[in-house]
């Protein structure tokens, strides 16, 4: 998928909504709520959303092309980044959406915790640590408070004002640690966000919050879920998908 099918998750997650509505009004008039019948229509409408989702974004590389032929201005605002930090960031975005693939497969087959996972480690506020952490044997008690203070110290940022702007996560991990990540000399040089408006930064930063956000929901979920928990589960996702729509809805990279 490109970025453009971004655009186009909240509709997504709507048919999906609509695929378990129908699954459980169903379970209910049967007399019960089936998490069988919930689960089949919510897969059966998310490959159908997927599916469609392909289908519009080869209908918007198209039009986007057309209107660059046809000279048409965008009215996004421009960003002008090093080739190397935006090739940094463009690989970024396609990992991003990889993920949020993922996320939707974890969705499909009720797989909750899963899903919270992924959405927390490749999304979250310390997703950039997530390898490192691991290849530095942290314990869990030390990855969970690291998450817990880049948690905290997204949510300042994104409260802030000013034209800096400054998370500071690499200091969180050595407090906790005791000593600094590897390879933290070579992120500051290729490091995106230094590059981006702080506007566009804090967008970014509160789509990693979504993603936490997301991922608490999804843990609360049941071996039982209901159709509330899937609407529940569902429209925190699409907080996170919603983001994605508003950044690219303001800014380009090309």
Request: charged content about 25%.
């Amino acid at each position: 998928m490109t970025w453009k099918s971004a655009l186009l998750m909240p509709g997504l997650v709507a048919t999906v909504l609509t695929g378990i509505g129908a699954a459980g009004l169903q379970a209910q008039d049967a007399g019960k709520m089936d998490p069988g019948k919930m689960m089949e229509g919510a897969t059966r409408m998310m490959q159908e959303g997927m599916k469609t989702m392909r289908q519009n974004s080869m209908k918007a590389d198209g039009n986007a092309a057309a209107q660059k032929a046809a000279g048409n201005v965008d009215p996004r605002t421009y960003v002008e980044l090093p080739p190397e930090i935006r090739a940094r960031f463009l690989a970024t975005m396609r990992g991003f959406m990889q993920t949020l693939d993922k996320v939707s497969g974890a969705l499909a087959e009720g797989n909750f915790a899963e899903a919270a996972r992924i959405a927390e480690d490749e999304m979250g506020p310390a997703h950039e640590m997530m390898k490192k952490l691991k290849k530095m044997q942290a314990t869990p008690q030390q990855v969970a408070e690291i998450k817990k203070r880049a948690r905290e110290r997204f949510a300042q940022v994104v409260a802030e004002s000013g034209d800096k702007v400054r998370p500071g996560i690499g200091r969180i991990a050595m407090q906790v640690l005791g000593k600094p990540l590897p390879g933290m000399k070579e992120h500051k040089r290729t490091a995106i966000g230094p590059h981006l408006p702080a506007a566009m930064h804090r967008m970014g930063i509160q789509l990693h919050l979504n993603a936490a956000d997301f991922a608490d929901v999804a843990r609360k979920v049941g071996k039982q879920p209901t159709v509330e928990d899937y609407r529940k589960v569902l429209s925190a996702y699409q907080e996170i998908t919603g983001m994605c729509v508003a950044c690219h809805d303001a800014w380009r990279v090309f």
